[in-house]
Each structure stands twice: as C-alpha cells, then as structure tokens.
C-alpha cells in the first residue's frame, strides 16, 4: 500500500535530449523512480535549448510530484534562476490548489532553491507556433496569427482527433510531438494522491523547446482572460481550476522562460478578451464547426473512458454551448452538439451552476460568472432562444447583466506590437 505521508522527497534525478528524444527522470525518496519520454520533431540541430529541457524537466515533474505531495524538493540536474523558482513555487501549490481541495489535504507549499540567473531579452515576433487542442479558442487564436502575415505552424501534444481535424481544415503545417507516461507504474501506486494537475503549462514548456528546436521565435496560447477567475477560496488561496492558464501564471512562465533562453517569447494572443468575445469570432469560422471538439472528456489518458465528440452532459460542453448559441441558430447548434441542450430541462442546474447559481463555478475550464451571465441575457433578447425551458428558468433564476463589459478588450497582455492590431480587428467590439 502506498502511504503518500511516508515520503520526505521529491526528486528531479536525470534529465536529457538525444536527436530527437527527451527523457525526463524523478524519484520520491530512493524508493520509486519515474521516467516521462517525449519525441520531438527537430529542424534546428545545434539550438542551445538547455534552459529550456531544464525548464520543462521542472514544470513537468509536478505530474509526479503529485502522488505523494512531499515537503522537499532536491535537484540533481542544476538549480534554477529566481524567477523560474517563482514559477515553480507557485504551480507546485497554487496550480495544485484543486488537487488540495478534491483530496482534503493542506496546499502543498515547497520550496525552490535558486541561484542567480539573468533573463534574456526577448525576441522580436516573426515566426509563430500556436499550439492547437482542438477547442474553439486555439482556433480563433490560429486565425488571429495567420490574419498577421506572419510566418506560423500549429503544435499538438499527441494527436487526437480534433487536433488532426483542425489542422486539416486549416491548412497550415503541424508539428506533432508524442509524449509517454508511465501510465501503468502510476495506476499501481494504491493509494496514492490523485488528482487535477496545471496540464497547460506542461504544454506550454513542451512548445517552448519544439519551438527552438525548430527556429520559432514565439509560442501563442490561446489563454483568455476569463482564466484568471477562481473557483473558491481554500486554505488561504483563490483556487483556480485554470490557474496554468491564468494572467499570474503566464507573467511568470514568461519571466522562466526568459532565464531560459533568449530565442523564444510566450503569450497568449487571446489574453484581452472573454470567453463570449472569442464564441462571437468562432461562430463565424463555419468550416471549423464540424471540426473542433472542447468536451475535455474526449481527451482523458484512459482510452476506455474517452468520447468520440460531444458529451453533451458535462460542465465544459454545457459553457461552450452557452457562449456560443447567442451567436448561432439552433439547428446548427444542435448538428454540433448533436442534442439541444437549452431544451433539456435535467441540464437546468449545470447550466445555473455556470453563474454561480447554487453553488461555485465547476472546477472546468469554463469563464467567469459573469459572463455567462451575460450569455443568458442576450439569450433571453433572442426571439430563436428565449422561449427554450432551460433560458426561461435561468431568466428568473439569473439577474440580468449587460453584456458590453464582456465584449471589451482589455489592455492588461502581453501580446506583441507585430499581433496586437490583429487581436483588436478580430475580437474587437
């Protein structure tokens, strides 16, 4: 039986790239050892991209980190910069912080030794790799850089469906990387602590390094501004489901990145707008329709519990087609869907739960309540809408809000001056 209070220790013990393989090794205590492997595509042989193997060593040790949450941290394969410790401080308790609530434990809080480092500068934006994972934003994202003329190809940590159905229908290069987990030592660990992790900026370390390993210069997420809202307060912390994708969380990669290396930035290219901004823009890219899938159930490690599209009954699916029907007709909400959800009266409280209503918001990566809010008043002014039983229960149940606060840009980002006209012409008011 694994008792996750026996373990002082966590480990980063080997890290390494040859040709076109990483291999990343951790360890608790010198009791079990684990070793996480990656293929990345490699353009650029003689890219000094040590920094960024040791950054995404570190971020991607939190999978691991997790099963026992020790109180000590030991490095075996250098130590970081101070920000990239701050980075690593907070997404070891903070982006852990949904873990802490759903296993009832204290937030993990350890503690990164640093030694001092220099950040470099950054570089000016002239070719781009936007990761891609099948959702409605990563798409509008792609648009975005491909309206600037820029130089650009998409990203994917494996390849699920919608990711190879996006790329498809957006005709632009694609680099794929496969990434192994040592699914089966991991499952056999009864007892161990189980639970959300910050998948985002694991992803993000990823396509830092495909990045330079292929002569990009910037990595563009798709990360809103809506991310930054928590979910509730637990042990002295906002808890934020998406804390990864987070405004706090992305100033700080970017400061870890900058230790790392001087060939790559990071942002994210949605980060002035909401949620129903970026619906309103994906509403009308009706190729993509058929193509995108944001249910994250579709994605889960274990195949046996995955969905082909659509579940159309989780927290995720009910948000995106919140946003989304303000700005599309039924009949091709329902063809997406494949249900309509506005009709189904047992969706009611999910739906209600969006706001805030009965509860706090789903642990999801779903907006701010106030914006959903702001989804159900323009619902409620559609003639092809307002008569559906769930927006009629939601009417009385959800205090109006109007919706332009939703739609403005804000100047709080870190885009580029090269993408930022872009942004504005796309997801602008």
């Known amino acids: 039986m694994f008792v996750p209070a026996k373990y002082s220790t966590f ?27 990656l293929t990345l595509p490699v ?48 997404l070891y308790s903070e ?12 937030l993990p809080r350890p503690r990164f030794a640093s030694t001092p480092r220099e950040a470099h500068a950054r ?12 959702g409605k934003d990563s798409i509008v994202a792609l648009e975005i850089v491909r309206r600037s003329g820029l130089d650009f190809s998409l990203f994917t940590v494996r390849d699920q469906p919608p990711m190879a159905r996006t790329a498809e229908v957006a005709g632009v290069p694609r680099l794929l990387v496969d990434r192994r987990l040592p699914l089966e030592q991991l ?27 292929n002569g990009f210069d910037a990595v563009a997420l798709a990360n809103e501004r809506s991310a930054s809202q928590g979910n509730v307060s637990y042990d002295g912390i906002e808890v934020n489901h998406q804390f990864s994708k987070s405004a706090r969380a992305e100033a700080l990669l970017r400061g870890a990145a900058a230790e790392a290396t001087g060939a790559v930035d990071i942002f ?9 901004s970026i619906a309103r823009r994906f509403a009308t890219y009706t190729d993509y329709h058929r193509a995108f899938t944001s249910c994250n159930r579709v994605f889960r490690l274990d195949p046996e519990l995955r969905f082909q599209s659509w579940c159309a009954d989780c927290d995720k699916c009910r948000f995106v087609f919140l946003v989304l029907a303000p700005f599309m007709e039924p009949a091709a909400m329902e063809a997406i869907f494949g249900k309509a959800m506005l009709d ?45 039983e769930v927006v009629r229960r939601l009417v009385e149940q959800v205090p109006p809000t109007s919706p332009g606060a939703a739609f403005a840009l804000s100047d709080e980002h870190a885009v580029p001056d090269e993408l930022i006209d872009d942004v504005h012409a796309l997801l602008g008011a």
Do not use: M
């Open 11 to 37: 480990r980063f013990t080997e890290r390494s790239l040859s040709g076109q393989e990483v291999r990343l090794g951790y360890a608790l205590d010198d009791e079990h050892h684990f070793v996480e492997e």
């Open 43 to 90: 353009g650029v042989v003689d890219a000094d991209v040590e920094g960024l193997l040791d950054l995404l060593h570190w971020v991607a040790g939190v999978s691991y980190y997790k099963t026992a949450a020790p109180p000590e941290i030991a490095y075996e394969t250098g130590v970081p910069g101070p920000a990239t410790a701050a980075y690593l401080e907070a």
């Open 95 to 106: 982006g852990l912080g949904e873990f802490a609530v759903v296993n009832q434990i204290d």
């Open 123 to 134: 570089p000016r934006t002239s070719r781009v790799l936007v990761p891609v994972g099948g």
């Open 187 to 213: 499952r056999s660990l009864e007892g161990a602590l189980n639970g959300h992790i910050p998948i985002t900026a694991i992803i993000s370390c990823i396509a830092l390094l495909t990045a330079a390993l």
């Open 268 to 276: 994210s290219i949605l980060r002035p707008a909401s949620e129903l």
């Open 344 to 388: 189904d009266p047992e969706q009611f409280p999910g739906f209600a739960l969006l706001t805030a209503t009965g509860g706090h918001k789903p642990f999801e990566c779903v907006g701010e309540e106030e914006e959903s809010a702001a989804a159900i008043t323009l619902l409620a002014q559609d003639p092809r809408w307002r008569d559906r």
